[in-house]
T-cell receptor, first 112, second 116 residues
């Protein structure tokens, strides 16, 4: 079945770059997404990439997609303490119902 | 744009009470809304898919008589937890999208439900 995997924890120093990785199984996914969840809040859509793209950059965020390896990454440049949160990778479900398949979430800890 | 409002943000009530949670898309029409449950330090668990004007589709293991979902308009879906018990205590999150418009899911801020 469809599955999305992420590492559970990443710790970086303020000002460094953070790279959060994700692997997925469904090669027919049209879109892949990155969401951010701060404590006690819902999910905030950070960015998403269409499956025929290799890279998308939006200010401090860079998404890289390797379709051959089914690997997605999110790079946050100049990481700030406000970036501390849980980051979820998600792929669109192949059923065309709008469903998403989420990874387990990566907790990003930014140390001052 | 693409704002989803979820109310209430927090509910504390006694066992046996029914609790209704509202999810509204404020600036777009949502053909489909999703209801999730999230346990501490865990990922999202999809409970059901709610399509405007039709019955919700529940995921395996989710009791439809326990978690009543209504999606009466393109901007509002409600989840009612009936006869809630302490094991129903959790963080419930809704999301909304317009299927067919290549629109991502946009999430509400969640509802923390605590049953005493």
């Amino acid at each position: 079945g469809e599955d999305v995997e992420q590492s559970l924890f990443l710790s970086v120093r303020e000002g460094d770059s953070s790279v959060i990785n994700c692997t997925y199984t469904d090669s027919s996914s049209t879109y892949l997404y990155w969401y951010k969840q701060e404590p006690g809040a819902g999910l905030q859509l950070l960015t998403y990439i269409f499956s025929n793209m290799d890279m998308k950059q939006d200010q401090r965020l860079t998404v890289l997609l390797n379709k051959k390896d089914k690997h997605l990454s999110l790079r946050i440049a100049d990481t700030q303490t406000g970036d501390s949160a849980i980051y979820f990778c998600a792929e669109s479900d192949s059923s065309n119902t709008g469903k998403l398949i989420f990874g387990q979430g990566t907790t990003l800890q930014v140390k001052p | 744009g693409a704002v989803v409002s979820q109310h209430p943000s927090r509910v504390i009530c006694k066992s046996g009470t029914s609790v209704k949670i509202e999810c509204r898309s404020l600036d777009f029409q949502a053909t489909t809304m999703f209801w999730y449950r999230q346990f501490p330090k865990k990922s999202l668990m999809l409970m059901a898919t709610s399509n405007e004007g039709s019955k919700a589709t529940y995921e395996q293991g989710v009791e439809k008589d326990k978690f009543l979902i209504n999606h009466a308009s393109l901007t509002l879906s409600t989840l009612t937890v009936t006869s809630a018990h302490p094991e129903d205590s959790s963080f419930y999150i809704c999301s909304a999208t317009f299927v067919g418009a290549n629109q991502p899911q946009h999430f509400g801020d969640g509802t923390r439900l605590s049953i005493l």
